[in-house]
């Protein structure tokens, strides 16, 4: 095996010592073994990486769920479609965001808004959850 | 006994698209290859229609017409991204894989034996599908080549949902009859035509073939080949990626290059990101190749298809250090009125950054290239690739065509999928 000879060449930077995390010289900063520890919003809002997409909320028919125009949405994929969920719905070729409630002999996709009407779901309809909302964020 | 998985992605690329864009289901798509040249990806109704791998776009244009083939551009962000959320799946259901490609990913199932691995196969086809959206086909066997045979086989057989076990004695013979020697794994083109014309045409033909014969035609990578489809395990299980001798960036461009110009900024574009390769392996390199090719397909054009190396006295990792030799080799090769269709850089003479053999007489100041390319690199992966390049790099990225690309969905905060709330 060859061996390696590292030279080291005198340096007219300011620090040839090595340099540490925001310290000149060479002794370590007592919180250095904490380093990695600032909070990060992606370890709460996501508990499956693998199945969590984001979508963009466009319209107002959700908005007494506290969903608007704009708010991007935190999906997982993974989670099974539950009564009374929020998810976005893949209706007969389009893409809508609904709350799913299951009756007898059918699904109902009910929106937030007084304005819009129930779309009720049975076997004629081509349907499928995308997924299932677990998170929404908003600009205040 | 181990036994391995191979768990495959069905139609890869166009099982990408469709989850994002749900009314591609039952409907042929394709996918094409960098600048639009070739069919890569089919659905099940592309192959159908005949459309094969690999045939180029303008061969097949009638088709696409006629039957509103839809026609993708390749979206690597996105394939990118959904193989690795594939791989973090499959990684919560086995000690060990091993990724093969971007759709496809061998699985270690030590410590599993006493699980019911049909069960197992089909619980890990369910989980991707579920997390991605994207249909797999999961292959249990005693060795890697029977559970790729065993992958292929779930494909064809929507029944066993995705997994099969491959491990009765009985069942693997029958099985091996079934497969053609030029779809059995590591076996080639010249290797089949080979066989075919000895009278050897399936798996099953070929196994019966005596060893030394297989060894002396056809290598030792033959004669494991055939132990792998006897049932015995001779293929290494690689579950780390051995760091790279040579990394290499090239491009065809959607159009000919002639202005010198031209032609630097996208060479430069080019070196940066080889650059970027080598430094996030930690290595550095001792030589740089630089090579140019004219369109060949253009017999009355002037051609040209020459390369260029220059050695380092010492090991170089950083983009401006490479760069700058780049640009001179290239105005090196660079002939005025020649139509470039093809460029690209290439790092070989590859050791470990912390190996470097300083040179005495090195006036090049290593530390401040080396802070400098570490907060290029950091600002580049948290803002943007191209957010701070080399002044000769294009602005505008590689000039591929990709006319039908779909948007980058799950990676670009202004293409994530826009769900309407409005009726």
Known sequence: ?140 | MIMYALADCNNFFVSCERVFNPGLNGRPVIVLSNNDGCAVSRSNEAKALGISMGVPLFKIRDIVEKHHVAVFSSNFALYGDMSRRIHQTLRQLAPAIEIYSIDEAFLDLRGLERTDLDAFARKASAMCFKNTGIPVSVGVAPTKTLAKIASKHCKKRPELQGGYFLHQKEDIREMLKTVPVEDIWGIGRRYSQKLNSYGVYTAADFVTLPPEWVKKEMSINGLRTQNELKGESCIDFLDFVPPKKQICVSRSFAREMVDFGNLSEQVSLFTAMVCEKLRRQKSACHQVIVFLLTNRFKEDAPQQYESRMFTFPVAASSTLEINRVVLKELSFLYRKGYGYKKAGVILTGIIPDDAVQLNLYDNTDRMKHSRLMKVMDQVNERIGHGTLAVATESREGIKMNRQRLSPQYTTKWTDIPVVKSSR
């Not at chain 1, 990695?36 to 984001?54: C, G, H, W």
């Open chain 1, 1 to 140: 095996m060859k061996k390696t000879v590292k030279i080291y060449q005198p340096s007219e930077e300011e620090n040839p010592l090595p340099v540490v995390e925001g310290v000149k010289c060479g002794f370590p900063s007592p919180a250095e073994d904490f380093s990695d520890m600032r909070l990060n919003i992606t370890q709460e809002i996501v508990k499956n990486p693998a199945s969590t997409f984001y979508a963009r909320v466009s319209g107002n028919s959700m908005i007494n769920d506290g969903i608007g125009d704009g708010d991007i949405l935190v999906v997982d994929k993974s989670v099974d479609p539950y009564d009374g969920c929020i998810a976005i719905c893949y209706v007969d070729g389009e893409f809508t965001l609904k709350r799913v409630e299951r009756h007898n002999d059918h699904l109902m996709l009910v929106p937030g808004n007084k304005a819009y009407k129930p779309i009720q779901i049975t076997a004629d309809n081509h349907f499928t959850v995308w997924g299932v909302v677990r998170y929404v964020i908003k600009k205040l």
